[in-house]
């Protein structure tokens, strides 16, 4: 179905953000509970305590090597490569639990040469610790700079995800951006903001990689976050969005999570395709070939990354 194209990167939807041990260990035992249908990203940048920033990565490193991390669907973000603490933050990190290590967040990048030092010295740090596999990284865009380059850095290989940092992004225009854009539904609406989201989600696209979206602040009515996710999805093509608390998660996942109906007609068109060898089919009066296949068979990943329910024989054919 990707002949001469990159296979899309697929990862799971949520992106749920921890910053202390208490917290870290309620999530883990959430995504216990609930499955892999979000990851959880462990926050050295705003999570460590000035002055504690080597005790807070230890902490990361324990409990990824720990048993809780069931799934193995735990990232990182570390501190801002201008900050004196990135280094070690990987160099413990990958040190000491780069095997398990599902990515490394970096935030407040300004260009493609920025992310590629912090790939280098995370490659290096690998290497040291006997570990084969390039970690993935994804990188935070919330600055000009950054957004000027979104395509360059989009392109680099072990780049996965890019996530928009609307309120860093606002607050760069000193005030010529309204504050009430760091919420909905202005941060849909306003030209400044739309441009940014569509340009981070056109090169993720472009590259086959993975858009994902800002957080919700309102904390007291999770299912804002669900609302944010659908719009995000429906109007910006973003596959993913960040959890800043634990009742954001499920209104997400269920947001990102493709309906029964569209499931059924997924299921029947690629089941007909399978049997046909791939080859252009007909259902319910409509032609399809490779380029509906690819739409339907993304739609079928996202249902099951989502933990929705599918026929056995999708999940026997695609899925074992």
């Known amino acids: ?7 899309p990167t697929q990862l799971p939807v949520c992106d749920h953000y921890a910053g202390n041990e208490k917290l870290m260990l309620k999530s883990l035992a959430l995504q216990q509970e609930l ?56 160099d413990i990190l990958v040190g000491s639990a780069g095997a398990r290590l599902a990515y490394v967040v970096v935030p407040k990048v300004t260009d493609v040469v920025e992310v ?8 290096q740090a690998a290497r040291a610790a006997g570990i084969a596999r390039h970690i993935p990284i994804h990188v935070l865009i919330e600055t000009h700079a950054a957004l000027d380059q979104v395509f360059d850095i989009a392109r680099l290989v072990q780049v996965e995800c890019l996530s928009f940092g609307l309120m860093d992004f606002v607050s760069a225009h000193h ?28 090169a993720c696209h472009r590259y086959g990689k993975v858009p994902s979206h800002n957080v919700s602040t309102d904390i007291e009515q999770p299912f804002r976050a669900g609302d944010d996710a659908l719009r995000a999805r429906a109007e910006f093509g973003y596959l993913r969005k ?3 608390h634990p009742s954001q998660i499920q209104p997400i996942v269920a947001a990102f999570r493709p309906s029964g109906t569209e499931i059924g007609a997924s299921s029947e068109i690629l089941l007909a395709a399978y049997e046909n060898n791939w080859a252009p089919i007909r259902h319910q009066g409509q032609l399809h070939d490779r380029a509906s ?24 054919r695609f899925f074992a």
């Open 1 to 7: 179905m990707f002949q001469g194209e990159a296979i």
């Open 35 to 90: 499955g892999p249908v979000f990851d959880i990203t462990f926050d050295c940048e705003d999570g460590a305590a000035v002055g504690l920033e080597r005790e807070h990565a230890e902490l990361c490193a324990r409990l990824i090597n720990s048993p809780q991390n069931h799934f193995n669907r735990v990232g990182v973000r570390i501190h801002d490569p201008a900050h004196p603490c990135w280094r070690q933050d990987i």
């Open 116 to 123: 590629a030092r912090v790939t280098d010295h995370m490659n």
């Open 175 to 202: 005030g010529a951006i309204p504050g009430d854009a760091m919420r909905s539904p202005q941060q849909f609406e306003h030209p400044l903001i739309r441009r940014a989201m569509l340009e981070i989600s056109a």
């Open 242 to 244: 960040w959890s800043i």
């Open 293 to 316: 296949y690819r739409y339907y068979w993304s739609l079928l990943q996202r249902a099951h990354a989502t933990g929705a329910d599918l026929p056995g024989t999708v999940l026997e």
